[in-house]
Every structure is written in C-alpha cells, then in structure tokens.
C-alpha cells in the first residue's frame, strides 16, 4: 500500500520520500512501482526520479501512514511524526479502521490530522475514502479532497466510526465467507466463483481476503468488534486460526488459496 501510494503522489510530480523500517522493504516498494509504472505505459523513470528513499520520518508538506493495523504501533508513529514534521503540515493516515480521532490525540495538532483510506491496488482503484477525526478542521479536509481529485481519485467522506463505510460492510463479507468455508458448504473455489459471478465482484471475498492479508482482516475485525460491541463482528475462528498459522494470503504464498 505504501509503495503504491508513493507510485500516485509521484506520478502526479510531487517529491515523495519513502520509509519503511523493515529491511529491503523500500527496495521491493521500487521494484513493485516500476513494474506497475511499466503495465500502466506510464513515464517509469521520470516518475521514480520523484521518489526517495530515507532513513527516519523527515520534514514535509503532508505524511501519510500506511503502516500495521495495529492501534498502538499507529499512535506512536503519529507521535513521531508530529515531533518532526513542521506544525502546519498534515498528518493522514491510511487506516483502514482505526478512529482517526484517536490517532489525532497522539499529536498536539488534532486538527490537522486525517484518514485519508486508499484501496489496493491504489494505482488501479480510484477510491479514497476521506474519513474527519473529531478535530479535524475544515480546511485541512479541504486540502485532502482536493489533493485526491488532483491524484485522479474519486474522494468520498465518511464519519469517524470503526471501519468507517468501506470495512464496516467488506469484512462481515470476507466474514461469512470464511464461515460458509468453515461450515462446509462449498470450497474455496467455488465460493469465490459464486460471488465473482453471482455478485459481478471483480474476485471472490476469499480471493480479496487473500490479497488484503488475512492478519489485517482480523484485526480490522477486532477494531470493528471492539469499538462496535455486536458479536457480528467477531472474526471467524477460520479465519483467525488461519492468521495465526501463518497462512496470511498473498504475501505469505497460501491463505485460502495457494499462491505457491
């Protein structure tokens, strides 16, 4: 998501500077942008020439956090970043369900803070969801939507509440999915074949589970079941069992289906 984000923010010839703390993490970014810039007939090298590499948050205009689900690891980035970046910058997250109001109290700029929720992959998808903390001002709301329309996105508001519009009603999706495979009442395959041409859905909930990363699934599950308080939103044991074995999706070569 992150490499993806910098790719669009690029290519609309804004300087990006790229972080990420994991090993290698900056390089395969690169690698997945300039096969994505190549697919797209796209200006590779003009666009990359935009994109730096850095060691540590640095000083800019506007960060956006595209970082683990993880409410705690979030926050303290928020803080970081609020120590570093200059006062009036903006500080946005790509949260893709945790209250940005809480983000928001991390820092001593609330009002400047903001959720700001790509869809992967975010070069091919054109929605952003653009989500206000309860501080959030006008103008720095303003500055966000202006910026997705400017990036060729679509922007659409949506309330500070857990999983906001897009999570509140993709994951209980993903959900039942997972317990019609848990309960035996077709394969994989074949639930996935049913929604893709029952619904006219791109790919299967299982399939899409797969590419979000079925570890991110349940924590956006946790968030929603949390900040909620209705049992609908529990994750399916499936679907836990699986992220605790490892079998995560895409990114680790099997979840529902095998990648390998």
């Keep these: 998501m992150g490499g993806g984000i910098a790719q669009v923010v690029a290519a609309s010839g804004r300087r990006v500077s790229l972080h990420d703390p994991y090993p290698g993490a900056v390089d395969r970014g690169l690698a997945a942008m300039r096969k994505s810039l190549a697919r797209l007939d796209a200006d590779v090298d003009a666009t990359l020439a935009l994109v730096g590499p850095v060691d540590d948050l640095v000083a800019a205009d506007l960060m956006i956090e595209a970082i683990v689900e993880d409410p705690a690891a979030k926050e303290e980035l928020f803080r970081r970043a609020d120590a570093v970046l200059p006062p009036e910058a903006i500080l946005a997250s790509n949260t893709s369900s945790i209250p940005i109001t809480s983000l928001a109290a991390a820092t001593g700029r609330p009002d400047r803070v903001v959720g700001m929720h790509f869809f992967n992959p975010v070069p091919v998808l054109n929605l952003v969801e653009v989500i206000r903390g309860l501080e959030t001002s006008d103008e720095t709301a303003a500055a966000i939507l202006e910026l997705a329309r400017d990036l060729g996105k679509t922007p659409a508001e949506a309330r500070d509440l857990p999983g906001f519009v897009s999570n509140r009603i993709l994951m209980p999706f993903i959900n039942e999915a997972a317990y019609a495979l848990l309960e035996g009442v077709a394969t994989p395959e074949d ?48 679907l836990r069992q699986y992220a605790q074995a490892g079998r995560l999706g895409r990114k680790s070569g099997r979840g529902f289906h095998d990648y390998t």
Excluded: N, Q, R, S
């Design 191 to 238: 639930i996935d074949t049913i929604a893709k041409l029952g619904f006219a859905h791109p790919m299967g909930p299982l399939a899409l589970a797969d590419l979000i990363g079925l570890d991110t699934c349940v924590a956006i599950m946790d968030v929603l079941h949390e900040g909620l308080g209705d049992p609908k939103y529990a994750p399916c044991p499936l």
